[in-house]
């Protein structure tokens, strides 16, 4: 017996076996058939837990064999560690093909050219004439302009060649591509077929041919058209195999001209092939200006003459060499979690497998090197070579009739020549994507040196997705727009080049454009790459429009992002004019302090929020001033999430100038307090222990001004009360100062007597803040209340050795041992911990601005999860902090919105059981301690509590996780975080824009067995909610300061007070959540183990009955009074007890 | 389910309620209003043979399972129809001692919120504890002419009683202060006397406030003590001088490594279970 499973998430939360407490029994069965088929994928057969190890000394100390010897010093010669090669090698098996797969791949691969070569030839035909054609097959290409010379015929392929990283063994799961080369008769191309597109045609022709006749073969699972590289003049035909086998391989067709066919000198970059007669039906401006180089066509048709000696120069390269081979798959598992390699212009497996060819015949990589050497090798070029600038080449020979690498560079932003020294293998790279390349693997090698973390894991492992990776993205949604803006642009040429492919004609000079005007806010911009689409063979191909949208990423530079003012030359410049250009009516002529009189933008942004917006005004102004994209089509994804951090009715800032003013506050009465006479003992320090101190409330205080109508006064201690006829009055809390004295040997040696000497200070501080600087005030033997300027305080007196006299226990023989005991852990947690957390946290936020949004965001979901009661502020702060002391693999957040995404991605993934969160505060852990600390993690994992968050003041208890969360409530917000993230991530890469952003911040309500539904009229914060309501209570507030100065109501929020009643009494029964900021409902979750029947027992008959059950007599929970107390106990403020008692028996 | 729960409650009342062996239930109400009630579980409180306690034999009534809401006065005029109420003590836990009876400080230990407790009530005369046993009730905490507070009404006393009044917290220190100083000036006094002056077997105690003062008997003080020992022999020690120094140093390498590399190798081990190696 005992409650039904609660809810699909929960129960797989509490099924799951844990590691710290023993999994709540009694789940039922259904439960645990829920969660059977997630333990058998996530749960390790050994518990999942790390021991430590424990080896005899014969084992430790015996005799070392040869092999031994030989294998680790391999490792420290080869590999950076044991664990890294040991990594490496896993990774490696679980990419790389089986041999049984491979010979399902190479029977097929038999199948398939036997095929081909069977297929029926047909009567030459003019190119135009495609009459011939079977109906249920199209062209796979836009035969734009349509009219072409030539003739065509088809006849069978004069070889099949199997290319590219197959053979080499190369090619990693999951897509397995087999790249298969069919070598076209001579006979069925001509002389001239290298212009305007002719080859290109026959070659479609001939995939559509074969694909009608493939198409009807049983053998195929699915037979469909793709674009090779997404270069849409050049379709291939993609094979998969019928039956279970259909998602392991894929056979791409490219079609190929005989060897030697084309001449090469006539598809140098700087000849052109496409006649501009033919393409535009006009002649360029007839005056016998030269035709426009073609350097791109002519690539596309060099490329198809190149497989085979590609392929030759990789086999012989790497062909023997193990190490390289590793190599290669490293490097390309890297780029794909950077999701360099997909899409047109990516830089794909084969330009890196070139790449380490180049190195090797550069002797920069040697043969016997180990994959792990070669990543490094290649991350290192990458990192330090910029191919934009000075391009590289793979061909030796010094022939004086091959171009020069600078007619490449004029052609091409990327250079990278193969051996024939003709072909430019990163044609379609463009540059944004190079420097993306560039910079990834810059902030790799930084990593790989760091030596700290765990490399492995954050350089293949780690997936770095456009949306979290970048603080800002753009959409540009109708991509026809594109179409405009390359006429806007002139960018004739190049379209004619690409073959109308408007969309990467635009690419390039669009990224020039928006670098420029971003300037020093920008670190890096990159673009997605259009994915390469597949379509069924009786369909047209897909339109440049089709293929989705064009995003843009943005990584920000914080310290550029606080200027509003885009400074220009001085007027009387030259260079002015060519500002005024570029930025339009935007510019003006502005005199400043110093005299000049300069061209300068300025941007309107009052706030942090609006500052960090500042982008999305020069990108909006550039792109429609120079390409006519006007506001609708840009989609600017840059803070859709700072709605949930702002204030009421402020929808202009997201909280951070309110928070300095109250910390600005938090100074003067800090200086006040250094300057108080009159005190027996000196201040020594004053330190903020408030998260509003550290920039991390939610939502920041504001200054209070009670109306004294609604409130009662009790004048003779000037304060104000609530009054029961009102709705509950606005909720303040008072900011928590530590303010230590000085040490006197006058202090007490006795732990009641410190309390009371503290109290007489509090007492005195309360008179002397009030005589001296006319503060109101009030004191209680633990602190003073101050009122200042609208902020209260809460003034608490320290004495430094405080913790020490409560620690203090006299053994037996008269000797004086410190032992922690709970009161002193919790004040040294208050007035030591907490004081030194608060500063190293508001230091961090001065570095980065961004901190504070980040955590309140983050801090805000747990809360609207109900999650919030069980994790303290602080631990929540510390793991925000980590995503910006530890961003590996990426950079510190500039963004709140990019930030939040990858709190949700650490909080999902991070494995709490075996290893601790190390938030490095002011890098004050060195590598080595830090190692010190995880091997102590692990042999003390038993005893420390579930969540682990290390910091350098606090190395060994984690103390802000050490009340919770529960094992069972880690694993919910883990689950909700897994779920929220991918959610939130597609909305916000929706090019449509992201629809309604608080979806993810709704909690489930339908695992609870009880909700206990509020009144919102004694709610203070009911407009903090997630959905802010419409309409709520006044709350007494005035908007101009009132003549009442008494102390207002502190601390008075009737849903706290009443769950710590009702945790006090059914603690033991029931679980309590809540959302603190203006939630309605509180969700209550019986506990499985307390509705067991139970024998009598004097001490725990808390809220439970005697029942006598199959003549014994039990006790359970008396369920239906408790539910009336639920009503009891809330009086006035609880609405509804809504009981799903379907969901439990007793 | 509930239904059904909620008839068998109703005709609860005239069968005899369940109730463990040598306890009498009562059921407890908040109010009419409620329909469902809690049940006090009531005995005479006594104690096994040998075991001390301070509460009354046969005139206290022991009562487990007080819900919230019911305070001390209450429950003292509940059960005053039994026979005059002497005291009522409400306490978390059984707990066969009365608590001191000085009251605590309000300003130092402020009252705990109330859960489910228990409860000892002592009667003036024996005849109080068997006529609570036989009660039948229910019993209403909250009736019109004596209403307890609960929900906002509760919080806003609560919190107009909290506000503190800072001439009695003054008082109170004051007298605790001065209460305290006169007991460490007696005790300092004692010790100035006893100061040299051997005890009847001849021991003389030696203090640290005397003219040569001595280390304090504190743990720290004699592990710094052996700290410094050790560093000292540490010091004179010779590191990797005899071949055999040599030979062990290089196996406690070795041996470091062997356990690295079986740490690693469960790692491994682990992430490979979790399928952590797939990059995809």
Sequence with gaps: MGPAPTGEQLCGAIGEPEVMEPALEGTGKEGKKASSRKRTLAEPPAKGLLQPVKLSRAELYKEPTNEELNHLRETEILFHSSLLRLQVEELLKEVRLSEKKKDRIDAFLREVNQRVVRVPSVPETELTDQAWLPAGVRVPLHQVPYAVKGCFRFLPPAQVTVVGSYLLGTCIRPDINVDVALTMPREILQDKDGLNQRYFRKRALYLAHLAHHLAQDPLFGSVCFSYTNGCHLKPSLLLRPRGKDERLVTVRLHPCPPPDFFRPCRLLPTKNNVRSAWYRGQSPAGDGSPEPPTPHYNTWVLQDTALESHLQLLSTMLGSAQGLKDGVALLKVWLRQRELDKGQGGFTGFLVSMLVVFLVSTHKIHTTMSGYQVLRSVLQFLATTDLTVNGISLCLSSDPSLPALADFHQAFSVVFLDSSGRLNLCADVTASTYHQVQYEARLSMTLLDSRADDGFQLLLMTPKPMIRAFDHVLHLHPLSRLQAACHRLKLWPELQDNGGDYVSAALGPLTTLLEQGLGTRLKLLAHSRPPVPEWGISQDPPKHKDSGSLTLGLLLRPEGLTSVLELGPEADQPEAAKFRQFWGFRSELRRFQDGAIREAVVWEAASMSQKRLIPHQVVTHLLALHTDIPETCVHYVGGPLDALIQGLKQTSSTGEEALAVAVCCYDDLSRLLWGLEGLPLTVSAVQGAHPVLRYTEVFPPTPVRPASSFYEPLQERSSLLPRLDKPCPAYVEPMTVVCHLEGSGQWPQDAEAVQRVRAAFQLRLAELLTQQHGLQCRATATHTDVLKDGFVFRIRVAYQREPQILKEVQSPEGMISLRDTPASLHLERDTRQLPLLTSALHGLQQQHPAFSGVARLAKRWVRAQLLGEDFTDESLDLVAAALFLHPEPFTPPSSPQVGFLRFLYLVSTFDWKNNPLIVNLNNELTVEEQVEIRSGFLAARTQLPVMVIVTPQDRKHSVWTQDGPSAQILQQLVVLAAEALPMLEKQLMDPRGPGDIRTVFRPPLDIYDVLIRLSPRHIPRHRQAVDSPAASFCRGLLSQPGPSSLMPVLGYDPPQLYLMQLREAFGDLALFFYDQHGGEVIGVLWKPTSFQPQPFKASSTKGRMVMSRGGELVMVPNVEAILEDFAVLGEGLVQTVEARSERWTV | ?280
């Excluded at chain 2, 003036?124 to 229910?138: I, R, T, W, Y």
């Excluded at chain 2, 006393?157 to 004051?174: F, Q, T, W």
Aim: hydrophobic fraction near 35%.
């Design chain 2, 1 to 280: 389910m509930v239904a059904r729960r909620r008839k068998r409650a109703a005709r609860d009342p005239e069968d005899c309620i369940p109730s463990p062996p040598g306890y009498a239930a009562i059921p407890i109400k908040f109010s009419e209003k409620q329909q469902a009630s809690h049940y006090l579980y009531v005995r005479a409180h006594g104690v096994r043979q040998g075991t001390k306690s301070t509460w009354p034999q046969k005139r206290t009534l022991f009562v487990l399972n007080v819900p919230p809401y019911c305070t001390e006065e209450s429950l003292s005029r509940l059960l005053s129809s039994c026979g005059l109420v002497q005291s009522v003590e409400l306490q978390e836990k059984p707990d066969l001692a009365e608590s001191p009876k000085e009251s605590r400080s309000k300003f130092f230990h402020p009252k705990p919120v109330p859960g489910f407790q228990v409860a000892y009530v002592v009667f003036q005369k024996p005849s109080g504890v068997s006529a609570a046993l036989a009660l039948k009730g229910p019993l209403l905490v909250s009736t019109e002419s004596h209403p307890v507070k609960s929900g906002i009404h509760k919080w806003i006393s609560d919190y107009a009683d909290s506000v503190p009044d800072p001439e009695a917290l003054r008082v109170e220190v004051d007298t605790f202060m001065e209460a305290y100083d006169q007991k460490i000036a007696e005790e300092e006094a004692k010790a100035k006397e006893e100061e040299g002056v051997p005890d009847e077997e001849g021991w003389v105690k030696v203090t640290r406030r005397g003219r040569r003062p001595v280390l304090p008997r504190t743990e720290a003080a004699s592990l710094r003590v052996l700290e410094r020992e050790r560093r000292k022999r540490a010091r004179k020690e010779l590191l990797n001088f005899y071949a055999w120094q040599h030979r062990e140093s290089k196996m406690e390498h070795l041996a470091q490594l062997r356990k690295k590399f079986e740490e690693d190798k469960q790692r491994i081990e682990l992430l490979r279970a979790q399928r952590k190696f797939r990059p995809y």
